[in-house]
């Protein structure tokens, strides 16, 4: 693996103290390149621009997938990546949607090892924050015609970030989504690919000039049953039941949902993965059984849901506070991103 690096550090211009999300970038960046029916040697670079040509195929067509996950510094100062086998795992599947090659683990891991060590210090100490990680793979064949690309960029870039909602931990405001819908069955609904969330954009720009803070995904079919927020998959607590929408092809497979129902079934909390309408959500909640209402995903981890509002009805869930077992979920998965819990699972990645 080729390495130059940057001849000066950014890193003293950076105020670690107040991080937004994905507004500064780390010293370095990967890049490999596929052509003749293989992926190259990987080369860290320091970070800049890249050259392309005005005919890339992907700027036209959208052949192109990305994916996020984290690092964080552990109390005992080891640098932990969170469940990384698993985002190559989905991020290979979304390259398999959108017809460019898949990537082998090792090749993978060996290149964003090499880059989150090599800009280590751009991981910030504070608990709460993290090093955001955003691997991306694009078509860079020249041609305007809807066709395969046959050459393809894949990189990494790094991001130090703070909480991903102003909220923080504090409940988040939803409203259903009127006319729009986002994905529909046998569509791109489960991978991640930017055609997802250029559909959200308008819609998600309404919801925030009603002083909501993100759409509430219905199905595209009938609208009724609830799939996901933008940027997050979606639990409801009903009595003591953990329900959450099924993965069948519209919504994104969350790792941090996959790390939610793990815990929950080891906490013995009754889980199901079944279809939930909005009119069974309203109706739980005015009977007094919704107990809690929340979003998981690697941006927020846990985002609880205080309010929603579909047509003209409103809910305000648990008094609009964090619930107990949301709460519960956010200490323990915050613990072990910073090595203060047990990992019983072997999510943690330490190098």
């Keep these: 693996m080729e390495i130059i690096k940057t001849k000066k550090s950014r890193r003293d211009q950076i105020d670690f103290e107040n991080l937004g999300f994905g507004e500064v970038f780390s ?11 293989e992926w190259s040697s990987p080369q860290i670079v320091p970070y800049g ?11 036209h067509y959208g052949q192109i997938v990305f994916e996020g996950l984290k690092a964080f510094y552990t109390r005992m100062g080891a640098i ?40 280590k210090e751009w ?15 694009f078509a860079t064949d020249n041609f305007l015609g809807v066709k395969i690309s046959e050459t393809y960029r894949f990189m990494i870039i790094t991001s130090p970030v703070g909480a991903y909602y102003k909220e923080g931990i504090n409940p988040v405001k939803l409203i259903t989504p009127g006319e729009y819908i986002r994905a529909a069955r046998g569509g791109l609904g489960a991978a991640k690919t930017p055609a997802n969330y250029a559909a959200t954009l308008l819609p998600a720009e309404e919801a925030k000039k009603k002083g909501f803070t993100q759409v509430l995904w219905l199905d595209g079919v009938k609208r009724k049953y ?18 959450t929408p099924p993965l069948e092809g519209t919504i994104l497979p969350g790792v941090t949902r996959d790390s939610v129902i793990h815990l929950a079934r080891d906490w013995k909390i009754k889980v199901f993965e079944r279809r939930i309408s909005i009119d069974e959500i309203f109706k739980t909640a ?51 991103h910073y090595g203060e ?3 019983k699972f072997g999510w943690c990645h330490f190098i």
């Excluded at 010293?27 to 029916?37: A, E, S, T």
């Excluded at 392309?52 to 700027?59: D, E, G, Q, R």
């Excluded at 991981?123 to 793979?137: A, D, H, M, T």
């Excluded at 609830?226 to 329900?243: A, C, P, Q």
């Design 27 to 37: 010293d370095h960046m990967l890049i490999m390149d596929y052509r003749d029916g």
């Design 49 to 59: 621009t890249i050259e392309i040509f005005p005919a890339m195929c992907s700027l």
């Design 80 to 119: 932990n990546i969170f469940r990384p086998e698993k985002y190559h795992e989905r991020m290979n599947c979304s390259c398999k949607r959108l017809c460019i090659p898949e990537m082998d683990s090792d090749l993978f891991m060996d290149g964003l090892k090499e880059l989150v060590t090599l800009d």
């Design 123 to 137: 991981i910030p100490r504070k608990k709460g924050n993290s090093l955001y990680i955003r691997p991306f793979v």
């Design 226 to 243: 609830v799939e996901e927020v933008g940027t997050m998959n979606l639990f409801f607590l009903i009595g003591d039941k953990l329900i």
């Design 286 to 336: 005015k009977e007094g059984k919704l107990k809690e209402a929340f979003g998981s995903g690697t941006a927020a981890v846990i985002s609880p849901v205080g309010e929603i509002q579909y047509n003209n009805d409103r809910i305000i869930i648990n008094k609009g506070k964090i619930g107990p077992l949301s709460q519960k979920l956010y200490d323990e998965l915050t613990g072990i």
């Design 341 to 343: 819990k047990a990992d």
